[in-house]
């Protein structure tokens, strides 16, 4: 029998669902929007009724599945399933996603952090492949991060490796949702850009405008773009003074800014990294897009031997 | 016939030898003053010597050496042993230190960073034996450190990671020898320290002394080292969010002021950091002192098979 993977991104704005063949090739997808569900319970019965549906639609039985890859969107004990809290989706504290959903489906769960997943798959198929140490970046409403190490995925001791958003790039500065103090994620999050977009042109402007007012040559979004890629830059010198990597591919939302944000980005982490680690890295853009999450659950499973 | 290995730990300030058996034991050591050095040759001439020194007086032949480990101040490719410079060692540039020894001494040269050595030995047979992933930190001159990865010195994809000392912890500041600005080794570095030392007390004032003021409550002097600690714990959070490591080894001279620098780096790094990372992470104090580098590159020689 043909065996497929299913995998789910869950994030704060969007639920995404894939299905997978062996070759981690996207069969099908769903998409759902995350903020019409008012609870928790909503939530997880929406990627209940996802998973059969995307079944049905593809006229596949449970037997085909060899096993669901969830990405998450916040701390979790991954081995065990058990959320802690996401900090964009009101209502999980400490929620065991792994035992709800295996008492409703009859699958094998994997899970794992978002920003993670898009890393491995990056690394996997994507723009990153054939290196064998680097980092993962996504820029949105919040700045994840994965770290390749050794050409694996690299969690840390308690699966909390790669928070690439949370490295601090001032002593004093604004209070981070983490407890800490001048994350970059402060100064390069999304709202912080379009609130900076509207102080400068005096209205409200979208990420999508501002990335063409930019490429048009608009001085003052160039400025905004520039300040974002200086900022990241510097977080990033850090990072890779530590790490010597040979990549950091950075996606999300933020990143189809373009040619000036990564140009100051790649600028800046040479002038403010070693000798030696910044000549080394190559900083890529991202080439899967909005599917990356659940690619990177898909690989996962398959990594997992599920499959 | 029993074998034996040679260590060098090559400092700014000292150069070591040590002899070691095959259960990485001292059996005897040397110590010399690298600035009685004037030039490069000089300097390579007393390490040949010293190798030579040490094997006579304990009435060794060459054929009883099966290795010899060798720490350097500086960066290197540590597969070519080609020295691209040393920061606090003037005259060194792109030298073949490897080609220059083995023509004189015919042994196996294995080479390392020294804060990498001091890192693995902490780890193998020091402090922050047991653990799994985590970094290791020297305060001196300068802010050295080293990585460990699933049990294994992590030495990034050109042997240039573990460069904690330039991770920054302000977007602007003071420019770095690095080429970087406002890196944790700036503020921390025991010339800064002296240097605001010998403001606060108008007077110049030794580390050890101003250790000794402080643990006796001179609040100027705890004052001094408090900021050492909330600096270095603000570099150090932004390191255990992004590799969510078991430890944090600190030694080198600074790490003996003790207990208030280590009360305020462990109270920083728990408050900056996110909190999953930031409960796990132990600060632990380095307990090789100076011969961490001579038996780092004892276990660097026998991990590498040649005994």
Redesign the interface.
Known sequence: MTKYIISIDLGGTNLRIGLFDQKIKLKDKLSLNTKRFASKWGLIQSIIDSIKLIIKKNKLSNDNISGVGVGLPG?TDYASGIV?FFPNIPGWRNVNLKKILTSKLNFKFYFENDANLMTLAEYKIGAAAGY??GMGITLGTGVG?G?I??GEL???????????G??????KGPSCN????ACIEIYVGNQRILNKAKRVFKKEISLEDLSRFAARGNLKAVKIWRDVG??LG??L???V??????FIVVGGGVSRAGKILFDTLRRTVK????????N?VKIIKAKLGVDAGIIGAAILVKQRGAI
């Open positions: 701390p802690y064998k140490n991060g770290v190490i050794n690299f969690r840390g001791s308690k699966f909390a490796a790669g928070e690439i949370h490295l601090p790039i001032n002593e983490c407890g800490g103090r200086e900022r510097i977080a010198a850090g990072a003074n530590l790490l010597n990597p040979d002038k403010r990294a070693m000798i030696v680690q910044g080394h």
